[in-house]
């Protein structure tokens, strides 16, 4: 029984996640530190000790956001091919430590060939990245590239590890705080809600893991942390 014209028609649209990344990418990291109490950053560590990436690796982040997961990897492959390659030089060659630190001094060499490509659909969230980058001193083997983790712009087996973190779902089961807290810190409640959304359709943590071999993976494991509010699965492909 519809009432008399003239109607009003009015349409709610979901904001997209273009959307939402845009708005919240100068707030990002603040947000990030204030929703999960600073626990990201040991879950990135852990990611990380868990990959244990060797000189040379190439790493393709997808949906890497601010380079949290890059940095890391940065960070990682550096400190283990210097130290391995200055005890090397120390006991074989007979140098000094000074005489090693010079020979350190390009970025480049420091990394042992290893590189990493940032991937994310949002150019406002790269554009925080690589202003991060620049402040925290990150140049060498580092790439932003925008691009759509669906339709990834790379040719095959270009990478050794493919990482996606938070860029399936979301973090922590405190589906009713969240909002506020994009509220109150990012005046945006619409972005936050529908982070939430996207927690609540997430599948189980088994359920994912199925889902990771049903796409041709093997020797699919996860890790459940902090009570389970997040897992860090892993799978080959051989
Ligand atoms: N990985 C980063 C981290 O752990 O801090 C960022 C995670 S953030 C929650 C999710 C990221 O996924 C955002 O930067 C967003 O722009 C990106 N994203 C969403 N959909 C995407 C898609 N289809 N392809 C690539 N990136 C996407």
């Known amino acids: 029984l519809l009432p008399q014209p003239p109607y009003t028609i009015v349409c709610v649209s979901p904001m997209s996640v273009y959307q939402v990344f845009e708005s919240v990418a100068k707030k990002y990291d603040v947000m990030n530190d204030m929703m999960s109490l600073g626990i990201h950053r040991v879950w990135k560590d852990l990611l990380l000790w868990k990959m244990r990436p060797l000189p040379g690796t190439q790493l393709l982040d997808v949906a890497g956001g601010t380079g949290d997961i890059a940095f890391r ?29 010079k020979k350190y001094q390009n970025e480049e060499d420091s990394l042992g060939g290893s590189r990493v490509v940032v991937c994310d659909i949002n150019k406002e969230m790269l554009k925080v990245g690589k202003q991060k980058a620049l402040a925290q001193g990150y140049r060498a083997g580092l790439a932003w590239v925008l691009g759509d983790a669906e339709e990834l712009p790379f040719d095959d087996d270009k990478f050794d590890i493919y990482t ?23 005046g945006d409640w619409k972005s936050y809600q529908y982070l939430v959304e996207s ?40």
């Not at 006991?91 to 000094?96: C, K, M, P, T, V």
């Not at 779902?169 to 990012?186: C, F, K, S, Y």
């Not at 893991?209 to 892993?234: N, P, Q, R, W």
Request: avoid cysteine; charge should be neutral.
């Open 164 to 186: 996606i973190a938070f860029g399936i779902r979301n973090v922590t089961h405190i589906d009713q705080v969240i909002p506020v807290l994009g509220e109150v810190i990012a």
């Open 73 to 101: 990897f940065l960070n990682y492959v550096q400190s283990q091919h210097q130290s391995k390659q200055k005890r090397q030089l120390r006991a074989q060659q007979n140098l000094s430590w000074e005489e090693i630190a």
């Open 199 to 238: 927690i609540r359709r997430f599948p189980s943590q088994e359920e994912f893991k199925e889902m990771i071999e049903d796409a041709g993976f093997h020797k699919v494991t996860y890790e459940s942390l902090t009570s389970g509010i997040v897992a860090i699965h892993s799978g080959f492909k051989l």
